[in-house]
């Protein structure tokens, strides 16, 4: 079975700040992976998500990610952070063979960047 | 955009009372998913469903949970006789196909509150 870890519970930081959340998976063939956002009070949304091919993947509201496959690392980037960019980031896989995949979710990193 | 839409938003029931959250998942998908949100930890899958039957079910859905695609539009999640601990945000999410090489739809969730 596939677990998912990200190494950092809370982030706080100031505005324009260069934000990095960890993700690391553990399993034994080939996943996708994705990271889902949540702002307060909202669902589930999501930022970006590898399948294959480039490594380096852009999502949405600037924000990037590397998989770094000899590591089992999924880590979010954003070079520039704005106060919107608070809620909960969410780093998740599936594995790529398994037919109707169920999510694996991280424990969740809650972002506050402060104005 | 199509979406995935959960009614209600909110429910509060007693313990042993039965509860019904419906969800409509996006018309041309195949695959859909309940997974469920305690407080402060993290998303966990719940079932999924394919074909008018269960394809994966986690250990938390026991005899208590049940799913059902009454209409073919709507995707029901029933518990039987709640309990303090089913107190969560449940969510439902659809999959236009299965494999890993699609994301999963979340909607906005149900929290559920057993007093």
């Known amino acids: 079975a596939q677990s998912v870890s990200q190494h950092n519970h809370h982030v706080i930081l100031s505005e324009a700040a260069s934000l990095e959340l960890g993700c690391n998976y553990s399993?034994?063939?080939?996943?996708?992976l994705f990271w889902y956002v949540q702002y307060p009070g909202q669902h589930l949304q999501l930022l970006l998500k590898?399948?294959?091919?480039?490594?380096l993947v852009k999502g949405i509201k600037g924000f990037e990610a590397e998989f770094i496959k000899s590591k089992f690392s999924f880590n979010l980037r954003k070079p520039s952070v704005q106060w919107s960019d608070t809620a909960e980031y969410f780093c998740?896989?599936?594995?790529?063979?398994?037919?109707?995949?169920?999510?694996?979710f991280g424990g969740g990193t809650r972002v506050l960047v402060k104005p | 955009e199509p979406e995935v839409t959960q009614t209600p938003s909110h429910q509060v029931t007693q313990m042993g009372q039965e509860v019904i959250l419906r969800c409509v998942p996006i018309s041309n998908h195949l695959y859909f998913y309940w997974y469920r949100q305690i407080l402060g930890q993290k998303v966990e899958f719940l079932v999924s469903f394919y074909n008018n039957e269960i394809s994966e079910k986690s250990e938390i859905f026991d005899d208590q949970f049940s799913v059902e695609r009454p209409d073919g539009s709507n995707f029901t999640l029933k518990i039987r006789s709640t309990k303090l601990e089913d107190s969560a945000m449940y969510f439902c999410?659809?999959?236009?196909?299965?494999?890993?090489?699609?994301?999963?739809?979340f909607g906005q969730g149900t929290r559920l509150t057993v007093v």
């Open positions: 399993y034994g063939g080939t996943v996708n």
């Open positions: 590898y399948f294959s091919g480039d490594p």
């Open positions: 999410a659809s999959r236009l196909v299965g494999g890993g090489n699609t994301e999963a739809f």
């Open positions: 998740a896989v599936t594995p790529t063979q398994a037919a109707g995949n169920k999510l694996t």
